[in-house]
Nanobody, 114 residues
Framework: QVQLVESGGGLVQPGGSLRLSCIASGISFSRYMLGWYRQAPGKQRELVASISSGGIANYTDSVKGRFTISRDDAKNAVYLQMASLKPEDTAVYYC????????WGQGTQVTVSS
């Protein structure tokens, strides 16, 4: 059974930082493209950052320079370090793994508010 479990969300003030974690089980983790998506209320889910099996990272323009995606294949983990958070970063953040098949985590809420 495949599981992706996110953690690390919460309430943070503007300008603050959070680190999201996603731990996977049931897949050959190192082969997968990994991604973090987010969905704000009333908006479509969007790709925030992705990292290939070879460690190449890509980011949507709105988070470049503020967010960092990383992976630890030994721990079956992918992380999203978020800094200089803004209210518009408020969303449910989802972990995604893709390699022939696609798997999703259950999501973790990130709220940026004073």
């Amino acid at each position: 059974q495949v599981q992706l479990v996110e953690s690390g969300g919460g309430l943070v003030q503007p300008g603050g930082s959070l680190r999201l974690s996603c731990i996977a089980s049931g897949i050959s983790f190192s082969r997968y493209m990994l991604g973090w998506y987010r969905q704000a209320p009333g908006k479509q889910r969007e790709l925030v950052a992705s990292i290939s099996s070879g460690g190449i990272a890509n980011y949507t323009d709105s988070v470049k320079g503020r967010f960092t995606i990383s992976r630890d294949d030994a721990k079956n983990a992918v992380y999203l370090q978020m800094a200089s958070l803004k209210p518009e970063d408020t969303a449910v953040y989802y972990c995604n793994a893709h390699w022939f098949q696609t798997y999703w985590g259950q999501g973790t809420q990130v709220t940026v508010s004073s």
